[in-house]
């Protein structure tokens, strides 16, 4: 849920708060904002108090995002796109029918009546990754989970802002189909992140542990994906 606090300065700070079974308030700075973790119980006046005594922090921040912001995606021919870690180029035609997208050699090709409407071309290249990331996602799920020894449920594509993926009590796992952009190995980290959570729901040693046990550089991984953050959320 997005929620706005007016500083005594007068100064806005936006925030999406979810709520986690978590002791203590966690502020994270993402390619879409503010990202606080807060404990189910906290008091709304109690969490603003905590913004406020935190407020030169998260202005600064925020400021640095936005000076750091990418230029936004223009969704045009010639547009620099990223699968598994490599730029492709999108290639746009028009054609009197919508043709299925192609890709190859670095090119991904749409050729469809309204090529040069941005929503569309959108929306196809979107639809396009999100099939390509359930064929990949299951793949590397299949082979993690047998080298962990566990066994999952099922698989289904996020789109979520602020989590790269998740694993309940069911064994449903949901990861964001915004990962395929990324380089294989970071995928492959927020998969066996992911498994982790079948033998611990939780983020103690024990779980980083089972997290090590089936990729030990998972502490630069997650370094990576936060440097790739802003780039993966241009889509």
């Given at each position: 849920m997005?929620?706005t ?8 700070i936006h925030y999406?708060?979810?709520?986690r ?6 502020l994270?700075?993402?390619a ?5 973790h807060a404990?189910k119980r906290?008091?709304q ?6 913004l406020?005594l935190k407020?030169?922090?998260i ?7 936005v000076?750091n912001?990418l230029?936004a ?5 010639s547009?620099?796109?990223?699968l ?9 035609a028009?054609?009197?029918?919508s043709?299925?997208?192609e890709?190859?050699f670095?090119?991904?090709q749409?050729?469809m009546p309204?090529h040069?409407?941005?929503a569309?071309?959108e ?7 999100k ?8 793949r590397?799920?299949?082979?993690f989970?047998s ?5 999952f449920?099922?698989?289904?594509l996020?789109n979520a802002k602020?989590?790269?993926?998740s ?5 449903e796992?949901?990861?964001?189909w915004?990962?395929?952009q990324?380089p294989?190995?970071?995928i492959?980290y927020?998969?066996c992140?992911?498994l982790?959570?079948?033998?611990e729901?939780n ?13 030990p550089?998972?502490?630069l991984a ?12 241009l889509?």
């Amino acid at each position: 849920m997005t929620h706005t606090l007016t500083l005594p300065s007068g100064d806005q700070i936006h925030y999406h708060l979810e709520h986690r079974q978590r002791r203590t308030v966690g502020l994270k700075i993402s390619a879409t904002g503010l990202i606080i973790h807060a404990p189910k119980r906290i008091s709304q006046a109690h969490l603003e108090s905590i913004l406020v005594l935190k407020a030169e922090w998260i202005l600064k921040k925020l400021e640095a995002r936005v000076a750091n912001q990418l230029p936004a995606m223009q969704w045009q021919d010639s547009e620099q796109l990223f699968l598994l870690g490599n730029k492709i180029t999108l290639a746009l035609a028009f054609d009197s029918r919508s043709r299925a997208v192609e890709y190859e050699f670095g090119l991904l090709q749409l050729a469809m009546p309204n090529h040069e409407d941005a929503a569309a071309v959108e929306r196809k290249v979107v639809q396009w990754y999100k099939k390509q990331a359930l064929t990949d996602f299951a793949r590397r799920l299949e082979i993690f989970s047998s080298k962990l020894g566990v066994s999952f449920s099922s698989l289904t594509l996020s789109n979520a802002k602020s989590r790269w993926g998740s694993c309940n009590s069911r064994k449903e796992i949901r990861l964001n189909w915004r990962l395929l952009q990324a380089p294989p190995h970071i995928i492959n980290y927020v998969v066996c992140h992911e498994l982790a959570h079948l033998i611990e729901m939780n983020h103690s040693a024990k779980f980083w542990a089972v997290v090590a046990s089936i990729y030990p550089d998972y502490k630069l991984a997650e370094k990576e994906l936060k440097a790739w953050s802003p780039k993966l959320h241009l889509m």
